[in-house]
């Protein structure tokens, strides 16, 4: 009888109306949703700006930042420079002229940072001139690739080797020809591996040069010594005479390479009609015959002398040392 009056009871509730009391509030209904949650706003610092700089103004702007003082900028800028001109401009013109791009890019190469340096080159190298292009640019970037050579630091140093081994691929010719190109890369070079001042008596050693134990470091060193040497004493290689004119093609008149348009700027600037009067280290030295003079008058004693002490040192030192002395060689039988 007890567990029937329970069940009465509960389904009496069912009908009952609940007594509501003053103040108190309804209860929820089971199925009813909370909106007490607040969700999580995306604010914008600053406003989408429609109008965004173009990619030459982009670029010019990192051309500015190149002479920032903050390490990491520089660095910065000038990978933004070699992407952009390896990818989106390549084949296509440079947004400023390439003089002005050269002229704050190119002190870099005494840059503190090794980063900058090595982002440094590979502008250079995105730049893809054309040889007749990048040549008429020598005269300017040669002063900065010197000033590196003769740097207190050796890391920089070693850079500046790097840069003149690529003018060297690139426009070896041009480089050799311009005013100061061979006299005083030579004389970089012999400072580097002390080889100016060697007196007869004196013996070379590898402890003796400007990197002192870096024994890799005087290797390359003397390897871009021999590619400056090949550049500018021994005579174009076979595939270089095959793309020149055949003079017989065109007989009878003679010389004719020399009665069409010249194909670099300034063509007749070896004459310097209306430049400073220059020294012998500044000269325009364009025959090979003229550089070898210049190179028995002042380097070949140094030169020999370096170069046996350096086949006694053995390794890789040793062994580009016989690959220097067979270019001169080489350059003596071609005499």
């Not at 600037?269 to 430049?275: R, S």
Request: aromatic fraction near 6%; charged fraction near 25%.
């Amino acid at each position: 009888m007890g567990s029937s009056a329970k069940r009465k009871k509960e389904k009496k509730k069912d009908f009952q109306k609940p007594k509501l009391k003053v103040g108190k509030a309804k209860p929820l209904a089971a199925n009813a949703t909370s909106t007490s949650f607040k969700a999580k706003a995306i604010v914008l610092s600053q406003k989408i700006n429609a109008d965004a700089p173009s990619p030459n103004t982009q670029f010019l702007h990192h051309v500015s930042l190149l002479s920032s003082r903050a390490d990491s900028q520089r660095k910065e800028s000038l990978a933004y420079l070699a992407s952009t001109l390896d990818k989106d401009l390549r084949g296509k013109p440079v947004p400023m002229p390439t003089e002005a791009l050269l002229d704050k890019a190119m002190p870099l190469i005494l840059d503190a940072n090794s980063g900058v340096r090595a982002e440094l080159i590979k502008m250079l190298q995105a730049l893809a001139l054309s040889a007749t292009d990048l040549g008429d640019h020598v005269t300017k970037m040669l002063p900065f690739v010197r000033a590196a050579m003769t740097h207190l630091s050796q890391d920089i140093r070693k850079t500046a080797l790097d840069v003149l081994s690529w003018l060297l691929r690139k426009v070896g010719q041009d480089l050799v020809s311009s005013p100061g190109g061979w006299s005083k890369s030579l004389e970089c070079c012999s400072t580097l591996l002390n080889w100016k001042n060697l007196a007869p008596n004196d013996t070379w050693t590898a402890s003796k040069t400007a990197f002192r134990s870096d024994t890799k470091a005087i290797a390359r060193a003397m390897q871009v010594t021999e590619q400056l040497l090949s550049v500018g004493l021994l005579t174009p290689s076979n595939e270089d005479k095959e793309n020149q004119h055949d003079p017989g093609a065109y007989l009878p008149l003679w010389d004719h390479a020399h009665h069409q348009i010249p194909t670099k700027a300034s063509a007749y600037g070896y004459l310097n009609l209306f430049g400073k009067p220059v020294d012998d280290d500044s000269r325009m030295l364009e025959d090979r015959e003229e550089r070898l003079l210049v190179f028995d008058d002042r380097f070949r004693p140094g030169f020999a002398k370096g170069i046996d002490g350096a086949k006694k040192e053995g390794g890789d030192i040793g062994r580009i040392a016989g690959q220097l002395s067979k270019t001169l060689e080489h350059a003596l039988k071609e005499d």
